[in-house]
């Protein structure tokens, strides 16, 4: 894993941010201890490595939410009983940690400790997305996902109250807009569960790189290194068991949307009954978490999976543009396409078929955005370089990774996509 990779894939937030400028403003903010399922949720698993998901309209203060699956996360005080759960976070298999978007949306009480860079000053982060920032301290948490728990995990925290980092360095405050609000992201918060281990990797064990790690006084903050095991960190790997990837359980969706959806996160791939993979396809991806895609006579080589991304992203001058929600593809009638996807390192390939219909708000971009939160067929232009098979591919599918490095019963070590 080279930096660069890592963290482009961190920088696919750009999601959130592009949508919401489809919807009205919202207001307010907060987050609950408890996450209530929708009504018509469909969470299909059972099981103490079972996490429910849930898509709906967002927490409050976020505005024109779709296609986001949202789960309920649970921070400790390292080795205490004093904990707090955070509905809402983003569950997105193509970033890496787990980063709490505002620093008010966690009880002080709970007191989770600083994590530290060489040298024994606080370490923060410079979160880095498409279009814009996340800036806050890093901390230590004991993370509960379903029945197992990561220990003394880092994790960031956007706008952490420490007063060392209340001041967003040059380097990071340059790359765009601040996205530290659950307004601007549209989530309480982000778990990156994608195939990878940390969200920087070697590359910031050895080098201090702008925009990334830091070490902060009372008076400045630093370009940082920051070693393996005090990097933001994928929640998943670092569990206690069932720590070798997971699977994502969505039902499918009919051509319209429905208001809400629910499905299931279930960590370990083959180690427990409900995680077991039988008929899949395994497709082992590159150091990066990638694979090929070819979509009408292009391979596009930096392919991935991605349930951050809430549409399919892909470019195709031949389809039709919407004539009010212009980013989106709008062909006047549902068109079915397909694509071949390959590992270039186990040679699995396979075709997968896909429907692209309008989107159902473009008549009045504001009527019907707050009664489909689910809209299965989907599409926006995308990378030259790759296709992104965002949420809508994880629709009527189990869809399973495996992590870096860590070895299944029957599949082999990752880092792999099966389907």
Request: glycine share 12%; net charge negative.
């Amino acid at each position: 894993m080279t930096w660069t990779d890592a963290r482009t894939r961190l920088m696919l937030r750009e999601l959130l941010a592009v949508v919401l400028g489809l919807a009205l403003a919202g207001c307010g903010g907060g987050s609950s201890s408890t996450k209530l399922a929708p009504p018509g949720a469909q969470f299909t698993a059972a099981g103490q490595n079972v996490i429910p998901i849930t898509l709906d309209h967002g927490p409050p203060g976020a505005a024109g939410i779709f296609n986001v699956p949202y789960v309920s996360v649970t921070l400790c005080r390292p080795g205490t009983s004093i904990c707090q759960t955070i509905d809402h976070v983003l569950l997105d298999t193509g970033s890496y940690g787990l980063r709490i978007i505002e620093a008010r949306l966690l009880d002080p009480a709970l007191g989770l400790p600083l994590s530290t860079a060489p040298g024994g000053n606080p370490a923060g982060e410079c979160g880095q997305f498409f279009s814009g920032y996340l800036w806050g301290g890093v901390r230590l948490a004991d993370v509960k996902l379903g029945g197992d728990t990561a220990l003394s995990l880092p994790i960031q925290i956007g706008g952490d109250t420490d007063p060392r980092f209340a001041t967003v360095p040059t380097d990071c405050a340059g790359l765009g807009a601040n996205l530290g609000s659950v307004r601007a992201f549209g989530a309480n918060g982000v778990l990156g569960i994608g195939v990878l281990n940390e969200d920087c990797g070697a590359a910031c064990v050895t080098q201090a790189i702008s925009a990334t790690y830091y070490a902060c006084s009372a008076v400045t903050c630093t370009a940082s290194t920051m070693p393996l095991a005090s990097q933001v960190a994928n929640p998943i790997a670092a569990l206690g068991a069932n720590n070798n990837g997971a699977l994502v359980v969505l039902p499918a969706v009919p051509s319209g949307g429905v208001s809400s959806l629910g499905g299931s996160l279930i960590t370990g791939i083959d180690t427990q009954p409900n995680n077991q993979l039988t008929t899949e396809t395994v497709y082992a991806a590159d150091a990066s978490g990638n694979f090929s895609t070819t979509y009408r006579g292009d391979t596009l080589t930096a392919s991935f999976i991605d349930s951050g991304s809430n549409v399919l992203y892909f470019t195709d001058a031949s389809l039709t543009r919407c004539p009010i929600s212009t980013l989106f593809y709008c062909p006047p009638a549902p068109i079915t396409l397909s694509a071949v996807n390959t590992s270039t390192v186990n040679h699995a390939s396979g075709t997968v078929n896909f429907t692209i219909e309008a989107v159902p708000w473009d008549t009045n971009p504001y009527s019907n955005v707050i009664a489909v939160s689910v809209a299965a067929q989907l599409a926006f232009p995308g990378h030259t370089r790759s296709f992104d098979w965002g949420l809508p591919f994880f629709f009527g599918r189990t869809v399973a990774f495996g992590i870096d490095g860590r070895v299944t019963a029957r599949h082999g070590a990752g880092p792999f996509w099966a389907w």
